[in-house]
């Protein structure tokens, strides 16, 4: 009897996740002789958990098409980290009576740091309990914080989407300048790792050109160095563009956003570092400001995807299926940089799961120039590699045409499950 | 001699203007024979009153080229309103004086309600002055609030943008509902008028379908039944997508983003309805929320430009010189719906200036539903006609390959001039 695969997508989804739903699920098709059913886990991990399967078969294969174009996560994702399963036995039991009762001998998990930890506890579970079953992960996380992969799928698509923006409203905050709006601050993704705020200065080539200051949560905020930079390139050049990353702290280790702004309940509003730089421009500089804070507009911008990372996206999930017909286990599937000279060219490799869990990948120092508010030259060919060539989506009366699965879960063969 | 031209873009640029600078462009170079020299004001109307001329043949025609795909104001915009020509007598002769100096005959002005005022007090002063000049204002507008006109341009690039935007952020906010944020709200712009807002719309097909609640300042915003609706959606579909005019007010007519939030020093935040609302959702519902404000990116966003609305703009532009070849005067260029039946087709017609002048169209009753929250049909279709088709730029190196000009102005030939 041959072995069932389950799929899930896990933690915050990104413009190409589906890409590489994609690639499994039509290499899946092809070798259909080798493997049972795929079921595609509702909700990431929850769905294994909550036995709510979705037998693929089921979808219409012209929605399916649509997949490798279609941002979200299509099938449902979540933010559930597992516990060490020596301290939550019931869930691990669980997936282990999920997994028998549906012969699932291939377990696929699409997510970030966390996901890749799951993977690698449930990997070790089954083993001991002489369960044989394949794990692999497959990355993903627009944040590009996962170590060993030379880049994570989904980076390079929301970089394109910054790096263009960034582009844009430069242009537009230039225009007004004279008589209006001098600044222009974007508020882009990014706690800990500065990777996606550095992805708008792709678009600097010159020191004329913005972005004019980009804010790395690697660097710490100096709010006095800050305004002096702001005051001096708006006088020079007219205007002053600056990307921030969420996750910038003061000298005292506190979060901007988290610094100053009170609701009318006395409330710290969390949130939004865009509208506190904005506030101490106005303040100390009495320029006219305009912010933006792109949020989710930046995760899902599959409109302007690249197509590098749309193809290493779908090629992951296309090895998947090569990587369990080889019968290779306890691994995350990484991207490799394998350019010669000046042309960038990547392959797929593989890393041990024990390697990726609980670490996370920030910007290099050699990536930011030592004023702290520019990424140097490597930095830049970096990110350029990752944004190149477009991958629009179909449009059908004026918008992209996304897939619409249906979902439907097969019959539950177990009692219910309730989650603590 | 051959009477020379002086073009100028005013107000808040668009994804577009620079597409109708590009129509008159590419017509003037048809019509040199007709025509002299074609001056483009830097910085608007501060271009005359500054005699800072740019002269079109000093700038490479590859970058011309580009223009018709570039967002933002390439010859630079202001927002600067004359005032009644009895009134600033000093501004008025020196508009006489600059364009006497450099034999202005014609004057096309590029902007929005503000901007086709300037152009009616500037065509009756020259009358007054018996110095013959055509003026002929073209309008522009995101917002799209220009009466007589069908739309503007500039508006279906910004609407296909927002419709884009909601739908992929929908997609994602619906990944990630069942174990984290089930709220989504994107703040568009729009002071007044609510058509932003409701493109948003466009992509709605369902019930179940996002957006789920749009809020238009032409909708008096009620606390009770927006956190009503917002419950009973999350609660029925498991998420809400909620799309909020910058402009919505409460019920004792006070901007929504100017109430509650204080900063450190006791000021009131100003900007950012999405942030009020937000917490608004978090205290009283309990619900994750995320939001975006998208702010000058759904203003320069020509990576998503529609082609309805870059053929229309650029239509505009080339019919300039049409009107001035056949000496048509003291008009604003208008597009027409001609459509029969089922198909959007539109033509260029104009309107006297007299009748746009200080009047903002809101969207009409009749396109926002009863319950206050959604479009209509009409709405829909109307706003659909003017998404259609993608009109991308070029790319280069990863990102849009926008038109950078040089901006060059012509030596002086007055007296400089100073603004009070």
């Not at 219409?60 to 449902?76: D, N, Q």
């Not at 702001?230 to 901007?256: D, H, M, P, Q």
């Not at 797929?348 to 990424?375: C, Q, W």
Request: charged share 25%.
């Amino acid at each position: 009897m041959k072995g069932n695969i389950f799929y899930a997508q896990s933690g915050g989804v990104t413009p190409v996740i589906n890409a590489t739903a994609a690639g499994l699920i039509d290499a899946y098709f092809k070798n259909k002789n080798y493997f049972g059913k795929l079921y595609v886990g509702k909700n990431g991990i929850l769905g294994a958990l909550r036995e709510e399967l979705i037998d693929i078969s089921s979808e219409s294969r012209a929605e399916l098409a649509l997949l490798k174009k279609t941002p979200g996560g299509a099938f449902g994702s979540c933010r559930l980290k597992l516990n060490d399963y020596r301290k939550s036995k019931k869930d691990f039991q669980r997936l282990y009576d999920v997994f028998k009762k549906h012969n699932i001998k291939y377990f696929f998990y699409n997510g970030g740091g966390d996901s890749q930890d799951t993977t690698n506890k449930i990997s070790k579970y089954f083993r001991e309990k002489n369960y044989p079953i394949i794990c692999i992960g497959l990355p993903k996380t627009i944040d590009n914080d996962l170590p060993i992969t030379d880049n994570c799928p989904g980076y390079g698509s929301v970089a394109k989407y910054i790096a263009t923006s960034t582009l844009e409203a430069s242009l537009d905050v230039k225009s007004m300048s004279e008589t209006s709006t001098k600044i222009f601050i974007l508020e882009v993704m990014g706690r800990h790792a500065g990777w996606l705020a550095a992805s708008a200065g792709a678009v600097k080539d010159l020191a004329e050109d913005p972005p004019h200051l980009i804010l790395f949560p690697e660097v710490k905020f100096n709010e006095k160095l800050f305004l002096k930079n702001v005051r001096e390139i708006t006088k020079k050049y007219g205007y002053c563009v600056i990307v921030a990353s969420e996750g910038i702290k003061n000298s005292r280790n506190v979060f901007l956003s988290d610094s100053g702004l009170k609701d009318s309940f006395g409330h710290a509003q969390l949130g939004g570092v865009a509208p506190v730089l904005s506030k101490l421009i106005t303040n100390k500089l009495k320029y006219k400001v305009h912010w933006a804070v792109s949020d989710y507009l930046q995760r899902s911008a599959r409109h302007i995807g690249s197509k590098v990372d749309v193809e290493q996206a779908y090629s992951l999930g296309k090895k998947a299926i090569t990587y369990a017909k080889k019968e290779i286990s306890d691994v995350m599937l990484t991207i490799k940089n394998i350019s010669s000279k000046k042309n960038y060219k990547w392959s797929i490799s593989h890393t041990n799961l024990d390697k990726v869990a609980n670490v996370e990948k920030m910007l290099p120092r050699n990536f930011i120039k030592k004023n702290g508010f520019e990424i140097t030259k490597p930095c830049k060919e970096y990110i350029l590699n990752l944004i190149q060539g477009e991958d629009y989506p179909a449009y059908d009366n004026g918008y992209p045409k996304y897939s619409r699965l249906k979902c439907k879960t097969i019959k539950k063969k177990l009692a219910s499950y309730k989650l603590k």
